[in-house]
């Protein structure tokens, strides 16, 4: 493998998590990549409030990429959701890059719009 400096590039992670609250939930706006090397922040975010109880909204709508990381830590979330009895909520709204991903694996209509609310389980 060529490890020259010059053709190395270091990542950066390229995740912004803005947290707002509204309608007494927490919304995160997730700005930019959701990706490997991303993931584990948001991963420890989500868990940080899922320990506290807190309902989540999570904001896709400004997300530019998502890889396989991504997509899987969607995935177990919403699992984790519905084990926990946690109150979470995914918006539809979301990017075409986002969505191409979401319909490459059959997920689109899994994921956008689901809402795990403690009393409709």
């Known amino acids: 493998m060529d490890m020259h400096p010059d053709r190395v590039k270091e990542r950066t992670p390229?995740?912004?998590?803005?947290?707002?609250?509204?309608?007494?939930?927490?919304?995160?706006?997730?700005?930019?990549?959701?990706?490997?090397w991303t993931a584990p922040m948001l991963d420890d975010h989500l868990i940080r409030l899922r320990v506290a109880k807190c309902p989540v909204r999570l904001n896709l709508s400004r997300l530019q990429c998502m890889d396989s990381s991504g997509l899987h830590l969607l995935i177990r979330t919403v699992g984790d959701a519905r084990i926990a009895r946690w109150q979470l909520e995914i918006e539809q709204d979301v990017t075409p890059q986002v969505m191409s991903v979401f319909k490459l694996v059959h997920l689109d209509t899994y994921l956008l719009g689901f809402r795990a609310v403690p009393d409709a389980l």
Do not use: A, F
């Open 14 to 36: 390229l995740l912004q998590i803005v947290e707002s609250r509204m309608d007494g939930r927490r919304r995160l706006t997730l700005i930019g990549d959701l990706d490997r």
